[in-house]
């Protein structure tokens, strides 16, 4: 991580915090993260507003530790002078009741009371000032989702709208002239500006990046998917009693990925200088889409996982993706990456390679088309697939036999099981 950017401050200043607690949200290159109280104390100082860019190593504000005595507490004037109190009754109080002060204990709320909270619905109920004891949640075990939090906002806006007397219509601001070299937008257009998160101002220049430093070329190839689909029809039912996930197509990719890679080890390599670096490890990065940009957590040593803990890893995965709570850890690294254009109905498409890895797999939509076997047209499931490779370290030959290889296992899975 090079720099973030201060999303939001939990607390403000003056606010005791305790020892592990968060205090300030940052929005990393890749996953929005929050910052804790090393000690308990006092915020005293923010030093970094929200919005700011900072780096590693910024100081972003001051907790002063030790108990919260140390904040000052204002107290009301008596009405009438007191006498003068003796030596005993001026020490400082003990330091609970200052807490008490600063703080008032707040009964914690039952078993029952507890609602969890995806992590991005309680950033938004915050910003609508939404009180979560009255939104419904739609997602697991209960669970607040953004989507619950918006629902329940709009709900809310319609009636108090109806209530309210129309205002009298406010007079228009004068027309912002256009900065120099700006064409002014038409009238009866209106234009929305909306600044670029971190996230995908990183994809824009990691993308651009991957086009400008390597000799990028995408091949094709399609394969029979019959198999692995008859196999999932006559198995799946039993995979998911035997291991309590549902056994997908990524698994099938994933280990074949592995195979082909083994054939072709400089695929799985990082061009470093005058050295190419040859992975002997296979940690396989799963693209996932997200409504704040493309994610790639990574399935570590995917050669040694079986395909229950491929799809349970690739399910938690996505599941962290929807609440926003994905480590640095789990999008660190990689050394090949499997991208699914398919899940939205691609046909084909040309996937950009992600630096500092040579290849990545393109997966598409399952289409039946005819196709000739022995000489006869028959309908089959068939996808086409593309490998993205950068022909600074690939040559031509091995793509083509890499995705030839990738066919060979996916046509077969019970060689894929064996050789996989």
Same mark, same amino acid.
């Given at each position: ?94 330091? $609970?009741? @200052?807490? +008490? ?21 309680? *950033? ?9 004891? +009255? ?40 027309? @912002? ?8 937008? &038409? ?10 998160? *971190? ?6 220049? *990691? ?6 430093? $390597? ?7 399609? #394969?029979?998917?019959?198999? @692995? ?7 799946? +039912? ?28 400089? #695929? ?7 050295? &190419? ?114 022909? *600074? @370290? #690939? ?26």
């Amino acid at each position: 991580m090079l720099e973030a950017t201060v999303g939001r401050w939990l607390k403000s200043e003056g606010d005791p915090v305790a020892a592990g607690e968060p205090v300030v949200e940052l929005d990393t290159e890749k996953v929005s993260t929050q910052v804790a109280a090393e000690e308990a104390g006092v915020l005293s100082r923010i030093l970094r507003q929200e919005g700011d860019t900072v780096h590693p190593g910024d100081v972003l504000g001051v907790v002063e530790a030790g108990a919260p005595a140390a904040r000052a507490v204002p107290t009301p004037r008596p009405p009438e002078a007191a006498p003068a109190p003796s030596p005993k009754e001026t020490a400082a109080p003990p330091a $609970a009741a @200052v807490w +008490e002060a600063v703080a008032p204990r707040v009964e914690a709320p039952s078993e029952a009371e507890k609602v969890p909270v995806s992590p991005v619905a309680q *950033r938004l109920a915050a910003e609508l000032k939404v009180d979560l004891s +009255e939104v419904r949640g739609t997602g697991p075990g209960g669970r607040i989702m953004k989507e619950d939090v918006e629902a329940f906002a709009r709900q809310a806006v319609r009636p108090a709208a109806s209530a309210t007397a129309p205002a009298p219509p406010a007079a228009p601001p004068p027309p @912002v002239p256009p900065a120099p070299g700006v064409a002014a937008p &038409l009238e009866g257009r209106p234009e929305v500006r909306q600044r670029l998160s *971190r996230r995908r101002l990183t994809i824009a220049r *990691r993308l651009v990046e991957a086009q400008r430093t $390597a000799a990028m070329l995408t091949t094709f190839n399609e #394969v029979d998917m019959s198999a @692995v689909v008859e196999l999932r029809r006559r198995r799946r +039912e039993a995979f998911r009693e035997a291991t309590g996930v549902d056994l997908g197509f990524m698994s099938f990719f994933v280990k074949a990925v592995v195979g082909a890679l083994k054939s072709f080890p400089q #695929v799985n390599s990082e061009l470093q200088g005058d050295e &190419l670096v040859l992975k002997q490890y296979y940690d396989i990065g799963i693209a996932l889409a997200d409504p704040e940009g493309l994610v790639v957590p990574v399935v570590r040593n995917a050669d040694k996982l079986t395909f229950a803990q491929i799809e349970a890893t690739i399910n938690a995965f996505v599941q962290k993706a929807r609440d926003r709570t994905l480590a640095l850890e789990d999008l660190r690294g990689g050394t090949f990456t499997i991208t699914n254009g398919g899940v939205f109905g691609s046909l084909m498409s040309t996937p950009i390679l992600n630096p500092p890895q040579v290849g990545i797999l393109g997966m598409h939509k399952i289409s039946q088309r005819p196709v000739a076997v022995n000489g006869e047209v028959v309908v089959r499931p068939m996808m086409y697939v593309a490998l993205s490779y950068d022909h *600074r @370290v #690939v040559d031509g030959r091995e793509a083509v036999l890499f995705l030839v290889r990738l066919k060979e296992l996916i046509e077969d899975p019970e060689r894929l099981l064996l050789e996989g």
